[in-house]
């Protein structure tokens, strides 16, 4: 036993001073290389809170019936009053029957384009030559965003192309084409006879901007009884999954005002309250920020507001949103992020000649490492967050803060023109 007394107080004493010459190290290691460095990147900081809130429009329900409903109109397309939006076939046969006496609707059209066209069906190389020059000029048109005369130009190029399709091979004359045209209207007849009384039409009974979605919620809330929303109401129609009709062709939004009725606290909701607008920014299926009007914020109730957005922007674009996670964003500050160790304060001294007089003026900035030496950039601070700053340059040319600028972070000694040496 009293053998091991000096073997224990040896291994004490090594561990010791194993761990002295670690340390030794770590400080030789941090004089030896002392600058610590990270890189200046654009950054967006929010001044925002988040909420769940529901999406609400003036909407009416459109019914299928009993049948096949085929919907012929898309999402987010403007619908006119008596415009069809969907076709209800009796059974899989008429619906069969139907597509048949589209197809040749189309044919028919394109024909008749193709007859009413100059130049003779029986060059390819003509018609080769009138198809190029058609994409051509479809091509420039979609390019200047020009689409005023996008179905004729589409026309034209399926008619030339049914022209060749005529052509190739064989010596076809304006004459035969009439010939064909006459074939496909008789049996255009025929089909359309057939599918009378097996296909009926769902006409829109007023305009507005169809939608496929029909989740329920158009009959538990509108524009007109948003405005009386509750904390727990908005709370409760937050928690429901309602089901929609099976059934219906779609829906009709009237209005295009929407509303998003969103949950907040009731700090949050007396700083909105002094809002006129605010940047509404969706979690998830619209990306884009979409300004809003703070219409009215609800009286609490135990800590909690409903506040009440109005926008009749991007409705074609959100006709398929209804709950939703939100940003709800006052300001926004969008410039370089720094930490805040990187951010120093130079002092420059100056000296009036004629009256002796000595001023000190203070500059914010960081110091970059650039071509091996430190140059000092001014910045100003636009923004504070927990352990940064969003910050933009100061000055102009050579001397501004840049996005990928290496920063320092911790260091001694600096100032501009010194030589670093970074590992």
Known sequence: MKQGKPLITFVIVLLAAALACYLAYYVWGTFQDPFTTTYAYEYELNDSVEAEGLIIRSERVLSGGAGIVDVT??????????????????????????????????????????????????????????????????????????????????????????????????????????????????????????????????????????????????????????????????????????????????KLILSKEWYFAALVTQEEGERLETQSAVTLRFAGGFTQDIPMEVVQVSPAEEGRCVVLLSTDRFLEQTTLLRRQSAELIFNSHTGLRVPKAALRIQTDTQTDQETGETTETNTTGVYTVMAGRLEFKPVSILAEGSDFYVVRPAQEGSRALRSGDELVVQGTGLYSGKLVELS
Do not use: C, M, W
């Open 73 to 250: 109109r898309g999402e987010g397309e403007q619908v006119g009053a008596g415009q069809t939006v969907a076709l209800v076939y009796r059974d899989g046969q008429a619906q069969q029957a139907q597509e048949q006496q589209d197809a040749l609707a189309l044919e028919i059209t394109q024909l008749r384009y193709a007859i009413g066209q100059s130049g003779s069906v029986s060059s390819v190389a003509e018609i080769d030559q009138e198809i190029f020059q058609s994409l051509v000029a479809l091509r420039g048109a979609s390019a200047l965003h020009d689409y005023a005369s996008l179905e004729e130009q589409v026309l034209e190029i399926k008619g030339s192309v049914l022209r060749r399709e005529y052509s190739y091979g064989a010596d076809l004359t304006a004459e035969d084409l009439a010939t064909r045209l006459n074939d496909l209207t008789a049996q255009y007849s025929a089909l359309q006879g057939q599918t009378y009384n097996a296909v009926t039409q769902i006409n829109a009974p007023q305009a507005g901007t169809f939608s496929t979605l029909v989740d329920g919620y158009e009959l538990l809330v509108s524009l007109d009884t948003a405005p009386q929303l509750t904390p727990a109401g908005l709370e409760d129609l937050l928690r429901q999954t309602p089901t929609g009709d099976a059934s219906a062709a779609g």
